[in-house]
């Protein structure tokens, strides 16, 4: 049978990511900690799908917090981990700074939110013990 790409509910799929979007959201303000990672947004503009949650790392090592991450199962990503080379100098400081602390957190509609509470305490976790 041929690939239908048009077989997949986008409505549910679109409803699940900002559902597990607002999860997410709920389970880091609880955790407070905020020392160590912040929303890189502040709200979801109205319309808008998320693809995935992006924290900022404030101490720790977002590379290695990465391979921990992933080590454990939660598949973050690690998006603009290396800007193009013409964005590679002193003119670009803070595009260069935030692209180094970046984590993006998955909230993709396989993902079970249930689990979001010991991804968090894991991200904590790493980002400590890699201070």
Wanted: aromatic share 8%; with cysteine; proline share 6%.
């Amino acid at each position: 049978s041929r690939y239908n790409p048009w077989k997949y509910d986008i409505a549910a799929i679109a409803k699940r990511r900002l559902e597990n979007y607002a999860v997410l959201s709920d389970v880091i303000e609880q955790r407070g900690d905020s020392e160590y990672i912040t929303p890189l947004k502040s709200r979801i503009v109205p319309g808008d799908v998320p693809q995935t949650f992006p924290v900022r790392i404030l101490r720790g090592n977002r590379d290695l917090v990465y391979d921990l991450m992933n080590k454990q199962g939660y598949g973050v990503v690690s998006l603009y981990h290396t800007l193009i080379p013409p964005l590679r100098n002193e003119e670009y400081r803070d595009s260069l700074d935030l692209s180094r602390c970046i984590l993006n957190l998955p909230v993709h509609q396989d993902v079970d939110a249930r689990r979001y509470k010991d991804m968090i305490k894991l991200l904590l976790d790493s980002c400590k013990s890699t201070e």
